[in-house]
């Protein structure tokens, strides 16, 4: 089995529920009777059918603690990355069967009704063995695990419009893994505006706030709004059948749109041209200084120049995002 995230961590990586950096995250020890590899949907850890925690002396129930958990953005890669320090176990000796994989969990209390499973870890030398020294669980220098992209199988189909992003920017990854991101429905305001020809945006992955794109070039013409519509109908799901998790949202439409350039320029940084893209973003104050980037939209529409009919981002029924 290969290593995973829980299904449920991964919808709770979308709502904001899950702080790698600063919750009490743990790792506890499995034998080969654990059903915790083929249990993916579990919520808690009282859902695996069997959990089979290590039971050799020296071992302590419910693992040991993470420490030095950081969650940063890796801008090189255009990914957040998960890290701690390597895990040891001291002085363990074997159990009634060989050490299968590690179970990295959210600590809420200590009972397995509460305990949350985050990921499942089965490579780097499982199955193990101990022997009265120490075991130690060496984390990849590339992060235990590394921040979400927008999943599905592209951007938009150009029959239906149904929108996945192209890319999550890297500073939206960091603030995923590290709670810091609500996409639910009573969380953070979300919103789209739309990116005229002129935009940088579709090249700049790494910009931490909307001010930091070298040109922004929002669109603008008659029936658009500068800073575009915030989204509605917003929810993160638990996808069990396909193992994600999902946030949706009810499409994004303008009625009556364009042409460019016909409506009121309030910024020199608002473009004009044809709509060459959606961009999914925070709002914290309405400023480009501290309004926050999400995602970047395209598809096989693009570009658009509006005629003055309705122009709608159709988010796909999949999921406008996925956590896969």
């Known amino acids: 089995m290969a290593d995973f995230v829980y299904t449920n961590a991964k919808r709770m990586l979308l709502a904001g529920e899950l702080d790698l950096a600063s919750d009490d995250i743990r790792v506890r020890l499995l ?47 255009n990914r ?15 159990g009634t069967s060989n050490i299968q994989a590690a ?35 060496n984390w990849d220098a590339d992060g235990i695990f590394q921040g979400i992209g927008p999943g599905g199988p592209g951007a938009c189909s150009s029959s239906s419009m149904h929108c996945y992003p192209n890319f999550v920017f890297t500073n939206a990854k960091r603030m995923i893994l590290a709670g810091e991101l609500d996409m639910d ?13 002129a935009s940088s945006a579709g090249t700049e992955e790494d910009a931490a706030t909307i001010s ?25 799901t638990a996808n069990d059948s396909n ?49 926050i980037p999400v995602a970047y939209a395209t598809n096989n529409n693009f570009p658009l120049v509006p005629d003055g009919s309705d122009v709608a981002i159709r988010w796909n029924s999949q999921g406008a995002m996925q956590a896969q």
Do not use: C, H
């Not at 957040?80 to 074997?94: G, P, Y």
């Open 103 to 137: 179970l990295i969990y959210k600590f809420v209390d200590g009972t397995t009704i509460n305990d949350i499973p985050i990921a499942y870890v089965d490579s780097g030398g499982f199955p193990k063995t101990a022997n009265g020294s120490n075991l130690v669980l």
């Open 185 to 197: 429905a009573s969380g953070d305001d979300l919103r789209v505006m739309l990116l005229a020809d």
């Open 31 to 77: 034998m080969s009777n654990t059903t915790a590899d083929a249990d993916e949907d579990a919520i808690t850890l009282s859902n695996f059918g069997v959990l089979g925690e290590f039971n050799g002396t020296g071992y302590s129930f419910g693992g040991v603690a993470l420490t030095t958990k950081a969650v940063a953005a890796d801008n090189g890669n």
């Open 212 to 236: 930091a794109f070298t040109t922004k070039g929002e669109w603008i013409g008659a029936g658009y709004v500068a800073g575009g519509k915030a989204l509605t109908g917003k929810a993160v």
């Open 80 to 94: 957040s990355e998960f890290t701690a320090d390597d895990t040891t176990f001291s002085n363990i000796n074997n």
């Open 243 to 291: 193992n994600r998790g999902e946030f949706n949202a009810n499409d994004s439409v303008w009625p009556n749109m364009g042409p460019a350039g016909s409506g009121f320029m309030s910024s020199s940084s608002l473009g004009v041209g044809s709509i060459v893209a959606a961009l999914l973003y925070k709002y914290v104050d309405g400023t480009d200084a501290n309004n």
